[in-house]
């Protein structure tokens, strides 16, 4: 196969979607440390090879597929069309290392690092899961980068090991440009089923309509149950709770864990995603900067990281993006960047606004503008202690209707948190810092 432009950006697309799957980043971020890894001053650089453009050096290819395979890249033969789509040589030499590394499985995301913090989580839903009179959907919600994918992978892993009859399959709503993994257009409930015919291999299935797929698959999973993971389900081209009632028929036996910025409703074990506990919390950045070689952070105290868990409210995302930044910035100018989502270099759009836009452009885009103003209201308070309802009327001044009825828009799109108050029957509402930060940004400002 000669070189290709093409082929070449469509394999690095795939690359970056593999990364992205088991690492639970955002697309540029990973864009991002792959320039950083090869030298460069950020992600410009795979972005443009990712338009079709040849890198013109063997020596930044030999580095660029070094790089992915540093990071679970390992298929020999994707490498090998890799090197040849890009105009590398002979590619024996390079693919030699990691010859013997195990391909991955593209149903099944592997996890790259052990998860924190949830354990009694993972031993709870995993009791309902192995029931088998119990719940037949799992569905996970919680707000941008508090750890839906990484929970829905464990569960996944553990799960299959556990009831081996069971076949994992993996599918992303995310509409993604240019890749073979995800797919490029919303997830509708006649995609997902065209997705589960191909991958239990049915017979004739680009001859079968929706409905004869439907029923085949049916018949199918009957006798081979399946661990469907339908994750990101907020970004799917049907509303969610339409696509899961559509799926109900597919289950029993098989099963489905669903992920979303979104709540659920209905007939599911219901996981709503919060930060990490402190302790936990501490863990987690311990790890993360053994994995990212920041020395001073793996023997730092609790005391030490509370003011890096505090500002991140214990999102591993955000603590991902602050150890990643404390690699070469001292920890007051970071978090004075998190806090007030300022841009370190004026007119670029750096790592902080991409991090506030990964995780809340969509759903601010969604809200009306009674709670948008109840935000704005609510960031006023100390993020962990909130408010309870007279408070919030008083402050917002919106009608008790209205007031209500943002409420649940709010809580709904996982913007919004709430535990019980001191009184019976009382609740105190609350939001993530994260939230608080982007609510209070220039960048709500705009959109």
């Given at each position: 196969?000669?070189?290709?432009?093409?082929?070449?950006?469509?394999?690095?697309?795939?690359?970056l979607y593999?990364?992205?799957?088991?690492?639970?980043?955002?697309?540029?971020?990973i864009?991002?440390?792959?320039?950083?890894?090869?030298?460069?001053?950020?992600?410009?650089?795979?972005?443009?090879?990712?338009r079709?453009?040849?890198?013109?050096?063997?020596?930044?290819?030999?580095?660029?597929?070094?790089?992915?395979?540093?990071?679970?890249?390992?298929?020999?033969?994707?490498?090998?069309?890799?090197l040849?789509?890009?105009g590398y040589?002979?590619?024996?030499t390079?693919?030699?290392p990691v010859?013997a590394?195990?391909?991955l499985?593209?149903?099944?995301?592997?996890?790259?690092?052990?998860?924190?913090?949830?354990?009694s989580?993972?031993?709870?839903?995993?009791?309902?899961?192995?029931d088998?009179?119990?719940?037949?959907?799992?569905?996970?919600?919680?707000?941008?980068?508090?750890?839906?994918?990484?929970?829905?992978?464990?569960?996944m892993?553990?799960?299959?090991?556990?009831?081996?009859?069971?076949?994992?399959?993996?599918i992303?709503?995310e509409?993604?440009?240019?890749?073979?993994?995800?797919?490029?257009?919303?997830?509708?409930?006649?995609?997902l089923?065209?997705?589960?015919a191909?991958?239990?291999?049915?017979?004739?299935?680009?001859?079968?309509?929706?409905?004869?797929?439907?029923?085949?698959?049916?018949?199918?999973?009957?006798h081979?149950?399946?661990?469907?993971?339908l994750?990101?389900?907020?970004?799917?081209?049907?509303?969610?709770?339409?696509?899961?009632?559509?799926?109900?028929?597919?289950l029993?036996?098989?099963?489905?864990?669903?992920?979303?910025?979104?709540?659920?409703?209905?007939?599911v074990f219901?996981v709503?995603?919060?930060?990490?506990?402190?302790?936990?919390?501490?863990?987690?950045?311990?790890?993360?900067?053994?994995?990212?070689?920041?020395?001073?952070l793996?023997q730092?105290?609790?005391?030490d990281?509370?003011?890096?868990?505090?500002?991140?409210g214990?999102?591993?995302?955000?603590?991902?993006?602050?150890?990643s930044?404390?690699?070469?910035?001292?920890?007051?100018?970071?978090?004075?960047?998190?806090?007030?989502v300022?841009?370190?270099?004026?007119?670029?759009?750096?790592?902080?606004?991409?991090?506030?836009?990964?995780?809340?452009?969509?759903?601010?885009?969604?809200?009306e503008?009674?709670?948008?103003?109840?935000?704005?209201?609510?960031?006023?308070?100390?993020p962990?202690?909130?408010?309870?309802?007279?408070?919030?009327q008083?402050?917002?001044?919106?009608?008790?209707a209205?007031?209500?009825?943002?409420i649940d828009?709010?809580?709904?799109?996982s913007?919004?948190?709430l535990?019980?108050?001191?009184?019976?029957g009382?609740?105190?509402?609350?939001?993530?810092?994260?939230?608080?930060h982007?609510?209070?940004?220039?960048?709500a400002q705009?959109?």
């Amino acid at each position: 196969m000669p070189a290709s432009g093409e082929k070449f950006a469509q394999l690095l697309t795939e690359a970056l979607y593999q990364i992205r799957l088991r690492e639970s980043k955002p697309l540029q971020v990973i864009q991002d440390e792959l320039g950083y890894a090869m030298g460069r001053n950020g992600g410009s650089v795979i972005d443009y090879w990712r338009r079709g453009n040849l890198p013109t050096k063997l020596a930044d290819l030999e580095q660029l597929t070094r790089t992915l395979q540093q990071r679970g890249v390992h298929d020999q033969r994707w490498i090998e069309t890799f090197l040849t789509a890009g105009g590398y040589p002979p590619t024996q030499t390079l693919i030699q290392p990691v010859a013997a590394s195990k391909a991955l499985d593209p149903n099944l995301p592997k996890r790259y690092r052990q998860l924190v913090g949830r354990d009694s989580l993972v031993r709870q839903v995993l009791q309902h899961l192995s029931d088998r009179e119990g719940y037949w959907v799992i569905a996970i919600d919680g707000m941008g980068g508090i750890g839906k994918t990484a929970l829905a992978m464990d569960l996944m892993q553990r799960f299959v090991a556990q009831q081996p009859e069971y076949r994992p399959i993996w599918i992303s709503a995310e509409p993604q440009q240019g890749g073979g993994i995800l797919p490029n257009q919303p997830l509708t409930f006649d995609s997902l089923i065209t997705n589960l015919a191909r991958q239990l291999a049915l017979a004739d299935v680009a001859q079968l309509s929706v409905e004869e797929k439907f029923q085949r698959l049916q018949q199918v999973l009957k006798h081979q149950p399946i661990l469907l993971v339908l994750d990101n389900l907020e970004t799917s081209g049907e509303p969610q709770q339409v696509l899961l009632e559509k799926l109900r028929p597919l289950l029993q036996p098989s099963k489905v864990i669903l992920t979303s910025r979104q709540r659920f409703k209905g007939e599911v074990f219901s996981v709503h995603l919060i930060g990490l506990e402190a302790e936990q919390a501490a863990l987690f950045i311990r790890q993360d900067a053994n994995e990212k070689g920041v020395q001073w952070l793996q023997q730092a105290s609790l005391d030490d990281l509370q003011p890096i868990i505090k500002a991140t409210g214990g999102s591993p995302l955000a603590m991902k993006l602050v150890v990643s930044q404390l690699a070469s910035l001292p920890l007051d100018v970071v978090l004075q960047h998190v806090q007030s989502v300022t841009q370190l270099n004026p007119g670029d759009e750096d790592a902080y606004v991409r991090f506030y836009m990964f995780l809340f452009q969509r759903s601010w885009t969604l809200l009306e503008l009674s709670a948008k103003q109840l935000l704005v209201s609510l960031a006023r308070f100390v993020p962990s202690n909130g408010c309870d309802w007279r408070a919030m009327q008083q402050i917002s001044a919106l009608p008790a209707a209205e007031l209500a009825h943002s409420i649940d828009m709010l809580w709904k799109l996982s913007l919004l948190e709430l535990n019980e108050g001191e009184r019976f029957g009382q609740l105190r509402y609350y939001l993530h810092p994260l939230t608080q930060h982007f609510v209070l940004s220039e960048i709500a400002q705009v959109l």
